[in-house]
């Protein structure tokens, strides 16, 4: 194996949610006068922390959302995900391989920690992982694309950067793991892989993923 610790994103990479919240978002939004679209969501927000939202609505229209705006997002996006989420097809199998090849892994994420573990639970993800290989932007200063989410769960896990890979669908994650020295694969099957062109390597399922990482 080529590295010595794999790092996921979660959503869009082990769990099937992007399709989910960006249709939540893109309403909710558009509830509150800020009229966006499912495809809008998917090219600003995808792959960002929450502040990134109240930061660019800020910047375009000059108004703050409201004070209960994350909250009752979350409330609406987990609802739907205990309704209809599902693992990524062919992730569980990819968990396995490295498991049997003993090659460490975990996921960090723009999502909250309650978020990553609704997400991991309702997709029977959660006991592959558990608590202390779970890193969320809510742990460092900046979310992606700063590098600091990456770095943070690489010092954790004891690995250096450079032995590190990252599975990434958005461009904002593949931007902040460049940023943190490590190769990065992309996952193209809901991002146009013009939009991942910074990656190490580009794939657009899951069974192609093990062959990039040996």
Do not use: W
Request: net charge negative; proline share 6%; charged share 25%.
């Amino acid at each position: 194996m080529r590295y010595d610790l794999v790092i996921f994103d979660n959503d869009g990479v082990l769990v099937d949610s992007e399709p989910i919240s960006n249709r939540i978002l893109a309403a909710y939004l558009t509830e509150l006068g800020h009229p966006t679209t499912y495809e809008d969501s998917i090219r600003d927000y995808m792959g960002a922390a929450m502040h990134r939202i109240h930061d660019l609505i800020l910047e375009r229209s000059g108004q703050r959302l409201p004070d209960d705006f994350d909250d009752v997002f979350h409330g609406r996006v987990f609802d739907a995900f205990r309704r209809d989420l599902r693992p990524v097809a062919g992730v569980d199998e990819v968990l396995e391989g490295l498991e049997a090849e003993g090659v460490p892994y975990c996921v960090a994420s723009s999502g909250s920690h309650e978020r990553i573990r609704v997400a991991l639970k309702t997709t029977g993800l959660y006991e592959r992982f558990g608590e202390k290989r779970i890193f969320s932007s809510q742990d460092v200063g900046r979310g992606k694309p700063a590098p600091d989410l990456f770095l943070h769960a690489a010092e954790v896990m004891g690995v250096p950067a450079g032995r590190c890979v990252v599975v990434e669908d958005s461009p904002l994650g593949v931007q902040a793991a460049v940023a943190a020295g490590m190769d990065v694969y992309g996952f193209t099957a809901m991002t146009p892989p013009g939009k991942l062109s910074r990656a190490t390597a580009l794939f657009s399922t899951m069974g192609e993923l093990p062959a990039l990482l040996s």
